[in-house]
């Protein structure tokens, strides 16, 4: 009998053992999947991000000479967007198509101009298609686009080029000679300036079609200026004349209104006695890059004065070790490529005002300097008719530190300024990828929700687990821990579409709240010590509690219906419009303080929940002791409860914390989500999370803007990583301190 209870026990002991065994390596298991988990999210979002931190790279690699492309001259070269082939135009009116890795021809197509004359230069017109206007002797423009044909045999995929003629075979012929020209299309609108006298520019503006002839011009306008015209350019849109000469006098004028062209600005972009060796156009218009002898390249932008007035202003450049010869934008960004005396190529993007690489390119001087349509291919055709081609791997220029983290001055922007905006239809848009508005809307929201929810979530942890009876706290711990459930959609719903019109049309009875809550409570209390003691002892211990309802719901209807009453005496009718008028304060519907109610509602549970269980496991000898000593329940709960829960409660605040950081649905739908940076309660925000839900999806895969929205999460990722590890070390020292008590 002995033996079979001997060989019971050691199987119930071995059978204790291995699910013993089992509980702990499960436990530990699942602690590591966890950690590995993280690890993993840190290394991917890292992974996505590091790319926007790597060097552009440039590599020249073929060359060859282009007279044995085909006969003529040089006029032209336009590199392919793909980067297969490329057109060299030449004065003999031949577009000669050739590969760009070896220089092949592949096709040459004679011009169809109509006259003998030569073609001595050619331009490009506009930004959005490939439409050139070619001078023909000295008194003729004519127009020719630029197209490929894509077709697949097999796998490969074949590229015929095509000369189309969009205004068939018309072309503008002037009285005398042009010294110099400019043409933009944009959309249906021609224009064309013609300088044929020193001083004297005529503006042409055609109403076209593609495909017509061109028309007579439908409006002429002659333009004076005062100074002498080097340089002539006009911006894409057709809104702006820029006149300059090699002294660096700008004139700027207004060409909306051809029929009522304004000189909105003259201004001295160089120091005396220096000399404009390039000037040129920044994509959208607005800028002018130029770069003098000794090696300044500057850029200056439109922007208005205090009188609303147009000035041209330097918001930024660098020095260059030798003269800068050549100036090529790009087409599609706020990128530009530069080339030095010394024949190094620069690559710089004015957004973020940085050097981006440098690059050796020849040593002899240059004739051509051809960029294609993506940036990632530079075509330069020496004197000695040398022809290079340079790749460019360059993905994310416009990401750098000063464009993430610090002000910028963006174009049209009288001063620098903190601006995420990173999408627009304009194709001629600046990206705004700053990241300071979003933290700042997230440490907002933050401050917001947690000034809300941890003073009512503490207390009343206290009062909960210190003060009430076990009966109610049965009741009211678990009502309010289940509202850890309720979804924050559901939540950020009611937040949008009721909280925040409620929260308007009742604000200053919702701040009379604030300040007739606390004395209503003080006076109750006060009225409730002087009735009979036979009242009280009628009341259980620690449902005193339950009394305060009521007169808390009186109050608060109380300070709701008397808003009116107040606005009316005090503020004109309208607080709202009180707070514009007396202090320029704003109001938006979705704001701070909305968010802060309903994230708070969102995270006072869990700061409750921990608090309560914090204080509530103090072990009784503790209280017990102390106020055996004589301590009053209340010094008791200072002097010996909160500090010895004080890592409990610490620990609940900086949960609470993480979940107001992280929070994505609640001020997504309750805010504004616009990225400002205004601390008042009145205006809304847009956080790190929020933006990455609401762009990410419509983002493009590997774009600059795609990978900087996880850096966005990154740097949420690690920042909290950084907040909750310091927040736990500061909990371990709280438990070694008051863990001995």
């Keep these: 009998m002995s033996t079979s209870i001997q060989k019971s026990n050691l199987w119930h002991q071995k059978r204790r053992r291995l699910i013993d065994n089992i509980a702990r390596y499960g436990i530990g298991f699942g602690g590591l999947s966890v950690i590995m988990a993280i690890v993993l999210i840190f290394f991917y979002l890292l992974w996505v991000v590091l790319p926007i931190f790597s060097s552009a790279e440039v590599?020249?690699?073929?060359?060859?000479?282009a007279s044995s492309l085909e006969s003529g001259n040089t006029i032209l070269i336009v590199?392919?967007?793909s980067g297969k082939l490329a057109m060299r135009l030449t004065n003999d009116a031949k577009a000669v198509f050739f590969e760009q890795s070896n220089g092949k021809t592949l096709k040459v197509i004679d011009l169809e101009l109509p006259s003998d004359e030569a073609v001595v230069d050619a331009q490009l017109v506009g930004l959005t298609e490939n439409i050139f206007a070619l001078r023909l002797g000295d008194d003729q423009i004519f127009f020719i686009k630029l197209s490929y044909r894509v077709s697949f045999k097999g796998d490969e995929r074949?590229?015929?080029?095509r000369i189309e003629y969009p205004f068939e075979e018309s072309f503008l012929s002037f009285d005398n000679s042009i010294k110099t020209y400019s043409a933009t299309l944009d959309e249906e609108k021609l224009t064309v300036s013609v300088m044929q006298q020193d001083h004297i520019?005529?503006?042409y503006r055609y109403e076209v079609e593609e495909g017509d002839e061109l028309p007579d011009a439908e409006t002429v306008t002659e333009v004076e200026s005062q100074t002498s015209v080097d340089y002539m350019l006009l911006d894409a849109q057709a809104l702006w004349l820029y006149l300059a000469n090699k002294q660096g006098e700008v004139s700027v004028f207004n060409i909306?209104?051809?029929?009522a062209v304004e000189l909105v600005s003259q201004t001295k972009i160089l120091p005396p006695n220096e000399e404009l060796s390039e000037l040129k156009l920044l994509i959208g218009g607005s800028s002018l890059l130029s770069a003098d002898q000794h090696g300044d390249f500057s850029q200056w932008s439109i922007q208005r004065?205090?009188?609303n007035n147009y000035f041209l202003n330097r918001i930024r450049g660098f020095k260059n070790d030798n003269k800068i010869i050549k100036i090529q934008t790009e087409y599609r960004r706020k990128g530009v490529l530069l080339l030095d005396s010394a024949g190094k190529l620069i690559i710089y993007h004015t957004t973020a005002d940085n050097v981006i690489a440098e690059h050796q390119l020849i040593d002899s001087s240059v004739k051509h300097f051809a960029l294609s349509a993506r940036a990632n291919v530079l075509i330069v055709e020496d004197e000695q008719q040398q022809?290079?081609?340079?790749?460019i791997v360059n993905e994310h220029p416009e990401l750098s530190w000063n464009a993430l983290w610090d002000e910028v001055v963006y174009e049209g922007y009288s001063e620098p300024d903190y601006i995420w905006q990173s999408s627009s239809a304009d194709n001629d848009f600046e990206p705004k990828f700053s990241l300071v508005p979003l933290a700042f809307g997230t440490i907002k929201a933050a401050f917001y929700a947690m000034l809300f929810a941890a003073p009512l979530a503490i207390m009343g942890a206290i009062y909960t687990a210190y003060f009430m009876s076990a009966g109610m706290r049965s009741w009211v711990k678990p009502g309010i821990e289940i509202m850890e459930a309720l979804p924050t959609v559901i939540l950020g719903f009611l937040a949008g579409l009721w909280l925040a019109p409620v929260v308007e049309s009742n604000l200053t009875g919702i701040i009379s709240i604030l300040l007739i809550l606390p004395p209503g409570i003080l006076l109750f209390a006060i009225l409730w010590q002087s009735l009979p003691k036979q009242i009280h002892y009628r009341i259980p211990d620690?449902?005193?509690?339950?009394?305060?309802?009521?007169v808390i719901a009186g109050l608060v209807w109380f300070a709701i219906a008397m808003g009116p009453v107040i606005e009316h005496l005090f503020f004109g009718g309208s607080l709202i419009s009180w707070m514009e008028n007396e202090f320029g304060i704003g109001y938006d519907q979705r704001n701070s303080l909305v968010v802060g109610i309903a994230m708070g509602m969102a995270v006072i549970p869990t700061i409750f929940s921990i608090t309560e269980d914090a204080i509530f496991s103090v072990p009784r000898y503790l209280t017990q002791g102390s106020l055996a000593l004589g301590a009053t329940p209340w010094q008791t709960l200072t002097r010996v409860v909160l500090l010895t829960a004080s890592p409990g409660i610490f620990s609940a605040v900086m949960i609470g914390v993480g979940r107001a950081v992280g929070e994505t649905m609640i001020v997504l739908m309750a805010t504004g989500n616009t990225p400002v940076m205004d601390f008042s309660i009145f205006e809304g925000m847009r956080t790190l999370s929020a933006n990455v839900a609401v762009e990410l999806p419509e983002s493009e895969i590997d774009s600059s803007h795609y990978r900087i929205l996880f850096l966005a999460a990154l740097v949420l990722f690690v920042v909290t990583f950084i907040f909750n590890t310091a927040a736990e070390i500061v909990r371990q020292r709280l438990r070694k301190q008051y863990g001995s008590l």
């Design 542 to 550: 620690g449902f005193q509690a339950a009394l305060l309802m009521p």
């Design 387 to 391: 022809i290079s081609i340079t790749k």
């Design 59 to 65: 590599h020249t690699n073929d060359s060859y000479i």
């Design 158 to 161: 074949v590229l015929t080029p």
């Design 201 to 203: 520019i005529k503006l």
């Design 305 to 307: 004065d205090q009188s």
């Design 79 to 81: 590199p392919e967007e």
């Design 256 to 259: 909306i209104d051809i029929e």
